[in-house]
């Protein structure tokens, strides 16, 4: 079957900027099949039609039109697009996705990208783009591209981005049958911080000499993110959580939050997981000036001009404890929790800013007081970033991995 590049868009209101968008890729030799998501009539004719969507949608064209709710039609159609991205998935039509707009063409082809799998090109020429973008990326691989003026017609600067949109997306599509050698191997996901660095880049090495791939997560709530719902997919074998430094913004307000589902899929999935308390003596703002007024008086440490790092204070590591602990206790058989006393980062150990002997020992005994007896703990004296903890990490996950391809 002929995949095609699914485009998604208005046609009520984008037209012309669609068909010329078309027309660049069906001229670089791209088939294209086009899902009509405005909800006003047009003379342009759609592979898939805004009544179809609509109806995917759970809500009839007619009655969008009739209730003239901006919100609603929002949502209808990014509901309905998904649905039919979902259904071409499944018919492996899909080659590519691409869409363009404002907040709401960027909502709903967002919404509907995220129903193809995760190595699928998905490329949205935006005006939000160069703002906060995780909203309508997640933890997909979607490509966003600002689109610097309004998409409002086509003019000598609109048709020059969106065309380098279309032949990026062309290039995509037409090199996917470029062969690259890669052994293919099993893989281990691990969650890292700039402050651990060093133990993640030793357990890295470690494990690769072992013949795993590990995928580094970088720990600032996408990345989080984006390793749940990869070890929900069923990608990884094994989890080396080093950093779970982002239950800490999710506690108190930082920019990294990785939400309540954190720390739950490998539980889910009954997969090996070893987990170590990595940069939680720190929650993440950004500049000095966004952090809230009602932590004037805390310990900061400026990490660069856009990132202002806050330490956690003794009741915060208390609380850290519990929760981590509630979450490890989902699958006490299958996990091990390793606690460096001398040290959770870069910054926490001795002359470093946030150096914290009360804070590491809150955290500490709340994690031994609430962790499940089948949990193992593993207490090693020094910092997260000497070699020893790495090596104690890798150690304990390869025996996890051991016993289960035992059992």
Do not use: W
């Amino acid at each position: 079957m002929n995949k095609k590049v699914v485009i998604i868009g208005s046609l009520d209101t984008k037209e012309a900027e669609f068909r010329y968008v078309e027309s660049i890729l069906t001229s670089s030799g791209v088939s294209t099949l086009l899902i009509n998501t405005g909800i006003y009539e047009t003379t342009c004719e759609a592979d898939i039609t805004n009544e179809e969507v609509a109806a995917a949608g759970g809500v009839t064209l007619e009655e969008l039109r009739k209730k003239q709710d901006r919100g609603l039609a929002v949502a209808t159609m990014a509901k309905g697009a998904a649905v039919q991205v979902q259904k071409l998935v499944g018919q492996n039509e899909v080659a590519a996705i691409f869409g363009m707009g404002g907040t709401a063409g960027t909502t709903v082809a967002a919404t509907a990208m995220k129903e193809a799998p995760i190595g699928v090109p998905k490329l949205i020429v935006s005006t939000v783009a160069s703002g906060n973008t995780r909203p309508y990326v997640g933890e997909k691989d979607i490509m966003m591209m600002y689109s610097v003026v309004d998409i409002a017609g086509i003019n000598s600067l609109s048709a020059q981005i969106l065309k380098n949109g279309a032949n990026a997306l062309a290039g995509m599509v037409q090199g996917a049958d470029i062969k690259v050698d890669v052994e293919k191997k099993p893989m281990i996901a691990a969650t890292m911080f700039g402050v651990t660095t060093p133990c993640v880049t030793k357990a890295r090495e470690r494990l690769e000499e072992e013949g795993y791939d590990v995928l580094v997560f970088h720990a600032t709530g996408t990345g989080g993110d984006a390793m749940e719902a990869l070890i929900q997919d069923g990608y990884i074998e094994a989890v080396a959580d080093i950093t779970t430094t982002e239950f800490a913004d999710q506690l108190v307000g930082g920019v990294f939050s990785a939400g309540d589902q954190r720390l739950e899929s490998a539980a889910a999935k009954k997969i090996p997981q070893v987990i170590s308390v990595g940069a939680l003596d720190m929650v993440n703002f950004g500049p000095r000036d966004s952090v809230p007024e009602q932590f004037k008086d805390r310990i900061f440490y400026q990490h660069n001009p856009t990132t202002t790092l806050m330490r956690t204070t003794v009741e915060e590591n208390s609380q850290l404890g519990e929760i981590i602990a509630r979450k490890i206790n989902q699958a006490p058989k299958t996990s091990v929790v390793v606690f460096p006393k001398g040290g959770v980062s870069l910054l926490d150990r001795d002359g470093q800013p946030f150096e914290g002997v009360l804070e590491r020992e809150a955290l500490y005994a709340s994690l031994k007081e609430n962790l499940h007896p089948d949990v193992q703990f593993i207490e090693v004296e020094e910092d997260i970033n000497e070699p020893t903890v790495a090596n104690v990490i890798v150690d304990h996950l390869l025996h996890l991995m051991k016993k289960e391809v035992q059992a």
